[in-house]
């Protein structure tokens, strides 16, 4: 059980364009998932928080204009990056945790690249 | 957002050794966690750590939540080739639901 499921897993898209990833909860029902995002050998930087039916809440320094978050049901959080940049460029990962105390599970990830 | 601090940065072992890493926050944690992730995937959760004082095993795995609940370490004993990637301490704050991520060790082991 717990799983996350995050898609696409890679994507290219080209400068100014936006590109939407998704991350689902396979098997629970997750009222409250996270954003991080991880640039090459560096760690997770918690970007947002998803709640659903209400609006994210971002850390300091996240363009929320440029990172939409939207979690509209209780298995599904996207996140969509407005606007790209090639410094968008990045590793994307979501996660979310099941009721009671078992840790957060993460989704695969999503390896975007901006040319 | 905050960071933990995480050490050693890296490490490279012989296969068999044990090995230990630690995570320190400035922050009061209610929660540890400790993942170890693969090139290319997200992390995967070794082990939960959730009272001050907790030792926690999992296999060849130990992890304790200490005392001052401001620190927490992870063992590895016996390790082998599979045991390489980069391991990532995580705490929760008191009264928060978000987690924080320590700056990862990478673990190298020579067969």
């Known amino acids: 059980g717990a799983v996350v499921s995050q898609h696409p897993s890679w994507v290219i898209c080209k400068s100014g364009t936006s590109v939407k990833i998704e991350c689902r909860s396979l098997d629970f029902q997750a009222t409250t998932m996270f954003w991080y995002r991880q640039f090459p050998k560096q760690s997770l930087m918690l970007m947002a928080t998803s709640n659903e039916g209400s609006k994210a809440t971002y850390e300091q320094g996240v363009e929320k204009d440029k990172f939409l978050i939207n979690h509209a049901s209780l298995t599904l959080s996207t996140l969509t990056v407005t606007s790209a940049h090639p410094e968008d460029s990045s590793f994307y990962i979501c996660?979310?945790?099941?009721?009671?105390?078992?840790?957060?599970?993460f989704g695969s990830g999503t390896r975007l690249t901006v040319v | 957002g905050q960071q933990l601090n995480q050490s050693p940065q890296s490490m490279f072992i012989q296969e068999g050794e044990d090995v230990s890493m630690n995570c320190t926050s400035s922050?009061?944690?209610?929660?540890w966690l400790w993942y170890k992730q693969d090139p290319g995937e997200g992390p995967v959760l070794l082990i939960a750590?959730?009272?001050?004082?907790e030792l926690t095993s999992n296999g060849r795995l130990t992890a304790q939540f200490g005392i001052t609940r401001k620190d927490s370490f992870l063992n590895i004993s016996a390790s082998i080739p599979s045991d390489v990637g980069i391991y990532f301490c995580?705490?929760?704050?008191?009264?928060?639901?978000?987690?924080?991520f320590g700056s990862g060790t990478k673990l190298n082991v020579k067969p």
């Open positions: 750590l959730y009272k001050a004082g």
């Open positions: 995580a705490g929760q704050e008191e009264n928060f639901n978000k987690f924080y």
């Open positions: 922050s009061i944690f209610n929660t």
């Open positions: 996660s979310a945790s099941l009721p009671g105390r078992y840790g957060y599970t």
